[in-house]
């Protein structure tokens, strides 16, 4: 690893963690050089919700580049991205009664991010985006602004503008109504907040700890843009793709965004790809007036098809999903049941579970111990407090219980450590 | 196209000058789906340098795909990465004396900028950034905040700020001294710059109309940014990677930036990659301060690994830039002789190289006709006046005349054609 | 009036309740052209504390013009300059135990709260100041970020950054617990809300609506500031030198604020002069970095000393407001009770009072009819639904009653007129 | 003085210079309380173009404050408004032909700045405001934007952003054509300016070293203000008021600002009064979109007044300056001649003039030995390089010529007495 240490930048994390060389990778496991195996519940942070190397669409993806079909080709027409689009259209975005215009903003998440904020803004002609506490939406100085981590924010090195926090569903915990203090802020002259172009939110919050908005005050919140002529950014790059259970995580509250960002599982297989999807009266667009390399990545379009042909003509997955979320759960409780002393809370959707630790450091000892247990099990939260369960929506039961087991066995093992001062 | 026109957001630009779906694409050429094949002056902006879909680099991919290596690993360790970095130690920094840290800022070229700049201010605690006249970095808030274009500023939909824009080498045709202004500006402290944490520079202005930087400008730039203590950035994504000769485009004037960006070229295949470079000292991030989810593209970082080894272990290459540099500087020369009414100007390094007319709506016309003769040849400048021609580096000679030949022909087509009023 | 129209900008306000040219003013009277007096309940939005033209004030400034002493020396020293910091320092400081330092920041409230935001990010390096719904703290563009009113925001063409608004005691109706957004906010690292360098507060918000914070909330909120090492300002500009009772509006509540601004009644005499007050620790400026033409207004010095001497060397005007405020109370709920159709609310503290109206229409009738009858009463809030008392501290109690009887008089006019459609 | 050290913030400034205790003042002297007299080439910083205590003002501002007329009144009309708008427009507009409007924007100098922003950024839609180095313009946070000193800018604690900061006339000492740089930038859509809102110039920077903006100059940048539709702001609050020879700084260059703003000598007595002029159809302010405590300052009205009848009715004031001028020019010349070895040059328009010395601590020994014999004057200039002589306009000719020779005394010490390390 020596070689890591000499020439790549600090700013690397994840393998600090987890300190393993992987090479080969399938499903729900990842393997290290010694081919030691490593169940996998992260899942990229998403980004690989049908598991590693997914044989069907591995098939396609080898055959169109055997092919010498156009890999890059910018934002030129292909017919790798009218099969994605077509695809998308019948699968997706038609059964789903939504009459969406697609933009390609870039390969990442932030890109869909970015393209999103200046488009609210274009379209309003207004500036300031409302975010909320603990909300994740990229590294890039117009997604930063809107990013609550203060760590990351920090790395702005400028100060970030044109955003406003509110608090995110039950941040406090019932001690205030739903929205009240957005609405007192709209509805008030001289409240101090300027009008706001649009609002992001992610409906289960990831990076932030598992927090997950209920249908109630999305709908509110939905509402609320509705009044106020607010357009709604649903941030969909953790959540969507089936994360949740359904395609997008929005579907089971009914509401409708303007605006919507997926990236991270959309390609299928793991390969950049990101997209901004919008009303159809939004697309105020110049051409070219965001722009950049990346935007026709022809291999996610393959792959991406495939994905979209294998997972969602029908609804099987999204049955597996709430099957498989429901052990999620039931273990996770049974873990919490088990452990009066350390206050455990469970939260979590579809395939997106956490379990809150009071003391983030016994988190951090579960992670380790899951690790050395063959685990791949990561914290998110502000203080890394919650250990963050992604597993792939394909896993098998099977491993789904071994993993839990695991997890389970950690939880002992982290608690009968000596804590660290 | 329909369903383009229905699905595909109106920000769509390239697709709008070349009317054709594409379909495979090899070497210097990309067919349409009746298999048309048009000549590639373009290179997907400088993304593919060694042309599409290399052969020797195909077979490394498809091989890496086939063994269910990793395909998406955040930051974690992985034996590609690994063999990537000590490639790129191997092969690029040591031979130059470069000991530069690497960051891998996620998987476009407006990452790899937005890193560079938070990373810069985050060193120095300042926050203004200087960049230059039809300098482009991305359109990302914190790069587009450092790129010219009016239209793109414009759809930030909000102010950009921290930025400072000073002349580019030249731009003031040479009725002002070089650099005259930026060091009043650094020596006086009442000038109402504030001291700048970085200088983020192009040593050739792709998008901006392949103004091209001299070396003694470059070292003036450099010893500025010594004196006062500021960054150097380079911003050599779409120059880096051989495009003017060398692999990194300011060899040539023996300036070692502080900061060096790359992405579009580095994968070598057109894979979405991009890296961040820095002088060791200069390696303050705290990890994880900055991240995202395409930091680890491993099929990149194996076409990448490919790349260098196919192309940069011997000069062979940088050589052969030099020859077909001449071949098309000669041409472009004869090309203005020819039409000494449009009152040409050429311009142009390695293998970039631009012809400046007069009138934008003549050089849009021009690649018009070459499109119709197949060929595949964009505008770039302010106005879009400029005939861009970024060849692959690997083109055959034949091919190289051919594609000059047939803009010869478009010129002459062109200015025969009645002008738009 | 023609020269006003034709000379003067439309930005022009208050006289366009009041179309009458004024002339002469003495004590509570203000005169216009023809001699008809009015009597004043606003006292120049609290400038004019103990009255037009107070007969010693007034000595005292004519003896020092009459003898040719220095009226204008910028930051120069002054005999006049000593003689006010002595007897502030003698009179106001020492006896309340405040170790406070003395800015003179230019002659306008604007200035005081320019310099205390400056001071307090250049002391914490950092630049977020809270502020709170409703505030109003001056029309420059720093004071305008931590202003409420969204049209005089709008004024600013720029977007106003570096400030986040927080709910004023009460905002909510009681629906969520003091503080409890802030507090979060502050707790939780992952918030969004960059550490602030300061809170700036109004005790009583003036132009807000006069709307009172709770001594509680005023300690909750000064402990909350000591807790996360933040600045406390508190803006007297309206609401000190008497206006609430005591001199300073926060001695009720017992906190010592970091910062405290003044300005409006300091002189005494309506002439322009503004004091930022700091702890001695925080006095960290260079010497000329914050700087102006008018810090030095001796007149103002003189006038300023005066007041000083005349009213706060014991506590008969104190004790004086408090009687007066409870007569205002007494017959504004009086007022309240004979108008239950219109769900009047009363609110205030010392002498300065508000008279709620569910209907800012009706608000602004009362101020008509007032005038008519010969008051001068404003309204204030985000709405204007506020009928705004600030007469004189120094009113006799026969004014004092006469002007409420007139104000009883214009509701019951208001209520009775045929209503704007 | 030990009441100043203990109470006064350590940001006072000029009293380090002039370690005197002021009391009494008359024409162009000052006295200190030992009766010590001194002869004043600052003028209150441009603030007393008329001397101290004009014994005619005077008159008509004690006469109005023993008539107990109104000395305070917001923006209500009052019969001393009405009077000074009607001498102003009678004396100083119409014989001008300026169609403007005023307006009172608060006291003090910053007050014009900001509103002068304010209303450009309003009425064009746009953020941008051009100023140019060594510009000086207010300590708030909009005026301090477009101000160059690094020492007052960095006092903001922020980023000071919508400003962009262009070369003065001569600034780069003739090596590039007059507005070369802006021209090229706006004529450019790629250049990274984003298009002004307005440029704001002083036609002589007084605290910038008194440099002198030549009539060609201000033509062209009128001209290019106009060409590009940019609003442009003179600020002559330093200038003005006959400082440079004519009421108006620009007279001499037959340009017509949009905007222009007013203050110091306005009063024509030290009272802190502003003014905000611009042309009739730039009035979209809304009725009270700015507003502020002290727009209504009688007794400057009162005093500004007295001062249009007394100096402006006709052009003796004016052909007086001239021949002061006159005098000034020939004695600094005669001082650098008699110092070759200093490098002197002497800079200046109308009473407005500087001797530049390379040295910054040489001119400093300068005030310092001037204030020895008697002289108050100042430095100005980015490294407090250039003594700046503002005598009053009004000083007799044998003052003027004593305190010439006072300075050339001073030098003479000055360059004799040992120079600091």
């Keep these: 690893m020596e070689i890591f240490d000499r020439l790549e930048s600090e700013v690397r994390s994840y393998c600090r963690s987890w300190p393993a060389v992987f090479n080969e990778a399938k499903g729900s496991y990842l393997y290290d050089e010694a081919g030691h195996p490593y169940l996998d519940f992260f899942a990229g942070a998403g980004s690989l919700n049908y598991g590693h190397n997914h044989p069907e669409i591995k098939t396609k993806l080898i055959e169109y580049l055997m092919s010498d079909a156009v890999v890059h080709s910018l934002d030129m027409y292909s017919a790798a991205k009218r099969e994605f689009l077509r695809t998308f259209g019948e699968v997706i975005l038609q059964p789903r009664g939504l009459d969406y215009k697609i933009q390609f903003p870039g390969p990442a998440g932030n890109n869909a991010v970015e393209a999103a ?26 997604a930063l602004a ?12 400028v100060p970030l503008n044109h955003a406003a926090t509110m608090p995110f ?8 109504p739903d929205l009240l203090w957005l609405r007192s802020l709209l509805e008030d002259s001289g409240s101090g907040l300027d009008k706001p172009a649009a609002v992001i939110v992610e409906t ?11 249908p109630e005050w999305l709908r509110g919140l939905a509402d609320l843009c509705k009044e106020y002529e607010i357009l709604l950014i649903v941030d969909d790059i953790q959540m969507g793709c089936g994360r949740t259970g359904s395609f997008f995580s929005f579907e089971e ?17 793991g390969l950049p790809m990101a997209l901004t999807l919008f009303k159809r009266e939004l697309d105020v667009w110049e051409p070219g ?4 390399t990346f935007r026709g990545p022809s291999p996610a379009f393959v792959t991406g098809t ?68 063959g685990l791949l099990v990561e914290t998110s939260g502000p203080e890394d407090e919650v250990v963050k369960l992604l597993p792939a929506l394909t896993i098998s039961t099977g491993d789904l219980e ?6 389970a066995e950690a939880t002992r093992a982290a608690t009968k450590a000596p804590q660290p001062a």
């Design 204 to 214: 289960v919050q990831g990076e932030g700890g598992i927090n997950v908005a209920s």
């Design 306 to 373: 495939a994905a979209l042909d294998t997972f969602w003509r029908d609804d099987r997955l999204e049955k597996e999903i709430r099957v498989k979320g429901d052990i999620v759960q039931a273990k996770l409780r049974e873990i919490a049941d088990e452990h009066p002393e350390l206050g455990l809370q469970t939260r979590g959707r579809g395939l997106a579970h956490g379990l809150v630790f009071e003391r983030p450091e016994v988190a951090d000892s579960v992670c380790e111990e899951a690790f050395k247990r």
């Design 253 to 269: 509250s009914g509401i409708v965004p303007d605006i919507v960002t997926l990236s991270k599982s959309i390609s299928g297989y």
């Design 146 to 157: 809107v990013t609550g981590n203060s760590m990351k924010r920090g790395g702005a090195g």
């Design 169 to 176: 569903d039950n941040y406090m915990d019932g001690q205030t």
């Design 117 to 142: 904020l200046k488009l609210a803004r274009k379209y309003t002609g207004r500036e300031t985006v409302i975010s909320f506490t603990n909300a994740f939406h990229g590294m890039t100085l117009g």
């Design 402 to 407: 071994r993993g839990l087991d695991i997890l």
């Design 289 to 292: 007036e965001h722009n950049g």
